[in-house]
């Protein structure tokens, strides 16, 4: 790619790339901020980038990265958590929006990314697994391991009870 080309990168894919980061950061300052950061990095590398959908799926995948990272350093989560904070005695952002957080913040940065990927994102596994360079039995297990997780957290249990071992 050349610098042309980096410019035409912004124009098809910016509004995409500051889409995922205002999703995942809950901020659109922040978002902006690394929207611009994912664009640097893409400028910087831009001899060893392919535009269409490869170039998409590293633009996602950095934004994802930068994001999680952003996320990981506290300052954007309590900024975010402050400006989603009501007055009281109205109640507080969902519960399960703040569970999401917590558990994704006790993962490693391939399966949080992953776990955006299919669960913010919506994507298949199969795209999850194209966009972060993986396999698919890799993305299975990354959402296998967040569901774990999640049920330790939830204090759910799923073992199946003595009587039903029986059967």
Not at 62 to 87: E, F, I, M, S, Y
Request: net charge positive; proline share 4%.
């Amino acid at each position: 790619m050349d610098d042309a080309a980096v410019a035409d990168a912004f124009k098809t894919y910016g509004a995409a790339v500051f889409g995922r980061c205002a999703r995942i950061l809950r901020d659109r300052e922040a978002a902006r901020d690394v929207t611009q950061e994912v664009f640097v990095r893409c400028f910087d590398r831009r001899a060893g980038l392919r535009h269409g959908r490869e170039l998409l799926a590293w633009l996602y995948r950095v934004a994802t990265n930068l994001c999680l990272n952003a996320l990981r350093d506290g300052k954007v989560r309590r900024d975010a958590d402050r400006q989603l904070a009501p007055p009281l005695p109205v109640v507080t952002a969902a519960p399960e929006t703040r569970l999401l957080w917590e558990v994704l913040r006790d993962l490693d940065g391939r399966t949080q990314a992953i776990v955006v990927y299919v669960h913010l994102d919506g994507m298949t596994h199969a795209e999850a697994a194209e966009v972060a360079q993986v396999s698919d039995r890799t993305v299975r297990n990354c959402l296998a391991r967040f569901q774990r997780l999640g049920r330790v957290r939830l204090g759910v249990d799923f073992a199946p009870s003595p009587q039903e071992g029986s059967k």
